[in-house]
Structure formats: C-alpha cells, structure tokens
C-alpha cells in the first residue's frame, strides 16, 4: 500500500520561509518523478515543482521559480520542498504526489497523493 505522507505546512507571513517534506512507503521511491501540486480554494490543483528519479532535473511552475526548491533523499523516502519569500498569492493545501510516467508537470500523470498540508500566508 502506497502512502505519501505530508509534513510542514503552517501560518506564516509574507517574505518568510516554510519547508514542506513528503515521507513515501510503499513504493520503489528511487522509480518514480516525485512532484508538489497545490490547491487554493477555489481554484483547480496547480504544478509547482517537480525532481527527477535521481534529483539530477527539477522543474518549476514560473511563479516559484527562484523562491522554491525541491529536493529528494533516495535514502529515505522523502522530497522536500524548501519555500522561500512566500507571498500571498501562495496559500494553497501542498500535495505531494509520484509518478513513474514521463510526464511531471501534469496532474493525471500522478499514480500516487497524499492528503495535503495547509500553507497559509498572512500578508
């Protein structure tokens, strides 16, 4: 049974950092693309980031970029995404999700969710 456990969302307020982690089991974690999605209310579920099996390719929505940072440990099981300068405009539940397709900026490309942490950013 696949399980992508969330961690790290909070209140926090504009220019400062959070740092959300993704604990996986389940799986073979160095076999999938390991992605973070986010969902405002409503709005539909938008890529943010997203890292390659051995973390050698990131990939960002234009609106992080420079502010966000996806890492992985293969050795744990676990992506973090390291959020800087947050803004506003980036309070959203933060899903982490994994998928052994090609494609890494897609929803439907992910097999695997978790259930999301809150991430709120006073102004």
């Known amino acids: 049974q696949v399980q992508l456990v969330e961690s790290g969302g909070g209140l926090v307020q504009a220019g400062d950092s959070l740092r959300l982690s993704c604990a996986a089991s389940g799986l073979t974690f160095s076999n999938y693309v390991m992605g973070w999605f986010r969902q405002a209310p409503g709005k539909e579920r938008e890529f943010v980031a997203a890292i390659s099996w051995t973390g050698s390719s990131t990939y960002y929505t234009d609106s992080v970029k420079g502010r966000f940072t996806i890492s992985r440990d293969n050795a744990k099981n676990t992506v973090n995404l390291q959020m800087n300068s947050l803004k506003p405009e980036d309070t959203a539940v933060y899903y982490c999700?994994?998928?052994?397709?090609?494609?890494?900026?897609?929803?439907?490309?992910?097999?695997?969710w978790g259930q999301g942490t809150q991430v709120t950013v006073s102004s």
């Open positions: 999700a994994a998928t052994s397709r090609v494609g890494v900026r897609g929803r439907y490309e992910y097999e695997y």
